[in-house]
């Protein structure tokens, strides 16, 4: 029986670089993800005057819960959008002049509701060019606090930043909330700041977050769900079995979920303290579903959905659309390149199978079985992660960016290849 261990939680890697950077003494973070993502935020920490101390296993903060140790700052926040969200809003408890910028791809993402809320909290916040998008800059004299409205609609990044932020300003947040997309990253948010000695309440669609900043600790990052969702996929589309340790009934992370939506097209799932184990059964049906708390893992599903036996409707994933890429229409695309039906609306996508064989299926000539082709990544780590699952049914695909993976996996094409040698052909 396969078991995968999964590199650490891009979310929680990302949650506690800026925990123990805002912490009162020296926190310790056990098996952090290592990708460009977060060398990317460990990075940024240092260039605004952290000191992070790194071995293989581990990494050590030296916490400042008086902002950044630097008055003037240069931080270029690569591809990461917990970095170019989070890291602007550490710097505005400081005090000095800082300056963020990002890669092209991430520039193209939105920043308008969290630069807003912000502003609305007094921080001098400018966009140096597009409003609402990278390059911006702060002129920092720490942040007062109150109450600020939010529409975390489109990301809840903002949200998770501005509850970072709460305990570092001079009165606490109170958070007005006025949409919310993905509200299980916000879940993770709050336990982390617990782990770290703050309480969050919440009052219906107001978060109050108190004063008094944060206390240093050690702290054991978590699998990465979402990439967890791939290796699951695997054992669902070749009725063989995988375990991955360390994603249980205590996991943090919402988009362990996946597996719930594994489970109602017929694979089997078995949760315990230890870990989750999936076995595909043969079986893959089709289904509609909500993947609004469980958005990142569209692609895994929509990359598994043509070996369903009947269609695959996925709604309310609008918030796809302004991630690495169009992720939507990146799904739609790479799909229709291998001969499947897809129907897409604003924040909805549907896979209609047929030219695929269903799981369990005898093709005996294979004319029945989708065509390989080259799957267009968009530079998107989860596009390619997805459409490699696909490759597990469907001989002759490729990637014109499979690299990309670096962002959340550096590991992926050879940690898959394993796996790819012990499920059933």
């Known amino acids: 029986m396969p078991v995968v261990h999964i590199p650490g939680s891009k979310s929680v890697t990302a949650r506690a670089l800026f925990l123990a950077a805002a912490a009162d003494g020296v926190t310790t973070l056990r098996r952090p993800l290592r990708s460009d993502d977060t060398e990317g935020f ?28 630097v008055t003037e700052a240069d931080v270029y926040c690569r591809d990461g959008a917990t970095t170019a969200r989070f890291l602007p809003t550490l710097a505005a408890a400081g005090h000095g002049s800082f300056r963020f910028d990002a890669s092209p791809q991430m520039r193209r993402r939105p ?34 606090g109150g109450e600020v409205v939010l529409d975390a609609g489109q990301s809840s990044q903002y949200l998770t ?11 606490g947040l109170r958070i007005r909330v006025t949409d919310l997309v993905s509200a299980p990253y916000v879940e993770i948010t709050v336990a982390m700041m617990r782990a770290f000695g703050v309480e969050v309440r919440r009052e219906g669609t107001v978060y109050v977050v108190p004063p008094g900043g944060y206390t240093a600790t050690t702290y054991d990052i978590e699998p ?27 996991a943090l992370q919402g988009d362990l979920g996946f597996v719930d939506v594994l489970r109602r097209m017929g694979a089997e799932v078995t949760t315990d303290a230890h870990g989750t184990r999936v076995r595909g059964t043969g079986e893959l049906r089709g289904l509609t579903v909500n993947m609004r708390d469980i958005s990142d893992t569209m692609p895994t599903l929509a ?12 709604e309310d994933v609008g918030n796809t659309r302004v991630k690495e890429c169009d992720r939507l229409e990146a799904c739609a695309e790479n799909l229709r390149r291998l001969g499947v039906e897809v129907a897409t609306g604003p924040d909805w996508i549907e896979i209609r199978p047929g030219s695929a064989a269903p799981v369990g299926s005898e093709v005996p000539d294979g004319s029945d079985v989708l065509a390989g082709a080259e799957i267009k990544s968009y530079g998107d780590h989860r596009v390619v992660m997805s459409f490699a699952v696909t490759g597990l049914r469907v001989p002759g695909i490729s990637f014109d960016d499979p690299g990309c993976v670096r962002k959340t996996f550096p590991g992926f094409h050879e940690a898959f ?8 052909a």
């Not at 071995?55 to 916490?63: F, H, K, M, N, S």
């Not at 598994?304 to 996925?314: D, E, H, K, T, Y």
């Open 417 to 424: 290849g394993v796996l790819r040698g012990q499920l059933p």
């Open 224 to 250: 990465d769900a979402s990439t967890a969702s791939y290796f699951f996929a695997a054992a669902a589309v070749t009725g063989g079995e995988v375990t991955v340790p360390g994603l249980g009934t205590g």
């Open 303 to 314: 990359a598994i959905a043509p070996f369903a036996s009947g269609p695959v409707r996925i």
């Open 42 to 69: 460990a990075e940024g920490l240092t260039r605004l005057g952290y000191r992070v101390g790194r071995t293989p296993d581990a990494w050590q903060i030296d916490g400042r819960p008086q902002g950044p140790a």
């Open 111 to 144: 920043l308008g509701p969290l630069s807003t809320a912000l502003r609305d909290l007094g921080v001098d916040l400018r966009h140096e060019e597009a409003e609402g998008h990278h390059p911006l800059r702060i002129e920092a004299s720490g942040v007062e």
């Open 161 to 171: 930043a501005l509850l970072l932020l709460g305990p570092l300003t001079r009165k």
